[in-house]
T-cell receptor, first 114, second 114 residues
Framework: GDSVTQMEGPVTLSEEAFLTINCTYTATGYPSLFWYVQYPGEGLQLLLKATKADDKGSNKGFEATYRKETTSFHLEKGSVQVSDSAVYFCALSPGGTSYGKLTFGQGTILTVHP | NAGVTQTPKFQVLKTGQSMTLQCAQDMNHNSMYWYRQDPGMGLRLIYYSASEGTTDKGEVPNGYNVSRLNKREFSLRLESAAPSQTSVYFC?????????????FGQGTRLTVV
């Protein structure tokens, strides 16, 4: 079946540092890929998505590129802020279906210090 | 816009008790989902409803039942709660088949079974 693997956490950074959170996937067909963010005490919010190979999703300074050849969707941000502290989830949905039937990675806790 | 509303937000049950988690969405979405979130495991799909009148099992359906009451509401029932069902439960909704919209999540229900 489909699966998503994220880098082990937690990740602790100083403000303005560069962020990378690795994500790789296994899936049949042509899945869509997502990054969700969960702030303390809240539900998940979509951060960015990519629906086909070589697409780049971006939002709030975060970026991720759908790499079919390496089955990866790594999340990057050039300069993190304290307000970026949250849990980040990589996820996929099977191609051709609505985007709610998701397979998630285990999540990566990010803490940013001033 | 309320989005996806879950009730209750917190619940403590004794082993063997039953309860129903409620979920309602006001976005006219066809599809609705129930996930559970456990530490280090991301979110896992319990049940989903692709459209009103249909329900299907997800990855971890044992011990749960669901009802798609109408287009807006999708409830999750624990008939005889077990400590292994201690978790945070999230409801989500998204556009139906063929309509590729992101999934919107509720705030979650934190359930403890003692």
């Amino acid at each position: 079946g489909d699966s998503v693997t994220q880098m082990e956490g937690p990740v602790t950074l100083s403000e303005e540092a560069f962020l990378t959170i690795n994500c790789t996937y296994t899936a049949t067909g042509y899945p869509s890929l997502f990054w969700y963010v969960q702030y303390p005490g809240e539900g998940l919010q979509l951060l960015l998505k990519a629906t086909k190979a070589d697409d780049k999703g971006s939002n709030k300074g975060f970026e991720a590129t759908y790499r079919k050849e390496t089955t990866s969707f790594h999340l990057e941000k050039g300069s993190v802020q304290v307000s970026d502290s949250a849990v980040y989830f990589c996820a996929l949905s099977p191609g051709g279906t609505s985007y709610g039937k998701l397979t998630f990675g285990q999540g990566t806790i990010l803490t940013v210090h001033p | 816009n309320a989005g996806v509303t879950q009730t209750p937000k917190f619940q403590v049950l004794k082993t063997g008790q039953s309860m129903t988690l409620q979920c309602a969405q006001d976005m006219n979405h066809n599809s609705m989902y129930w996930y559970r979130q456990d530490p280090g495991m991301g979110l896992r799909l319990i049940y989903y409803s692709a459209s009103e009148g249909t329900t299907d099992k997800g990855e971890v359906p044992n011990g749960y039942n669901v009802s798609r009451l109408n287009k807006r509401e999708f409830s999750l029932r624990l008939e005889s709660a077990a400590p292994s069902q201690t978790s945070v439960y999230f409801c989500a909704s998204s556009g139906g088949h063929g309509v590729n919209t992101e999934a919107f999540f509720g705030q979650g229900t934190r359930l403890t079974v003692v």
